[in-house]
């Protein structure tokens, strides 16, 4: 396991489109865990693959119940609405104010490219649609209201 380089806003690799993963190969074995590793070094939420710059469709996400691996994730269903802070890896010490679904259901494969379906609300949910945001390359920063703001301390993704 090796920590990877987190890429930061401007980092054109930020900006594409992630290609679905067709097979798990021992390269994507060692990127999730390097991913894993990477995520808790920074005391992060979430983490997608293009932010390690590999365009593929990986994300991992822990908001305190342990690391959830997501490979090829796919939106299913959202309901509600969120309205709060939210901040990534890709740019420290700032967040913005983004509304999200309170709730979402997601399906993907974990390491084992096993499918399974998640549901999350609240914190989970907002960190799902940030990664998969990532995986079309898109950051928060363009769905923000009212501006950025520095931060001393966010949970980022
Ligand atoms: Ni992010």
Redesign the pocket.
Same mark, same amino acid.
């Given at each position: 396991m090796a920590l990877r380089t987190i890429r930061t806003m401007g980092d054109e690799v930020l900006t594409k489109h992630c290609r679905e993963i067709k097979e798990m190969t021992p390269r994507i074995r060692e990127l999730i865990d390097d991913m894993v590793e990477t995520l808790y070094e920074a005391n992060g939420v %979430? !983490? /997608?693959a293009p932010?390690v710059g590999v365009l593929k469709r990986v994300a991992i996400i822990d908001v305190g119940d342990g690391p959830i691996v997501l490979v090829n994730p796919v939106i299913l269903e959202t309901s509600g609405e969120q309205f709060g802070s939210e %901040?990534? !890896?890709? !740019?420290p010490g700032k967040a913005g104010d983004v509304s999200r679904p309170n709730y979402v259901k997601v399906r993907a494969l974990d390491q084992e490219m096993q499918e399974f379906e998640l549901e999350g609300t609240e914190l989970l949910a907002r960190a799902i649609c @940030? &990664?998969v945001d @990532?995986l079309e390359g898109h950051?928060?920063v363009e769905k923000v209201q009212g501006g950025l703001y520095d931060v001393e301390f966010e949970e &980022? /993704?």
């Open positions: %979430g !983490l /997608a932010q %901040g990534c !890896l890709s !740019l @940030h &990664e @990532h950051m928060y &980022e /993704a």
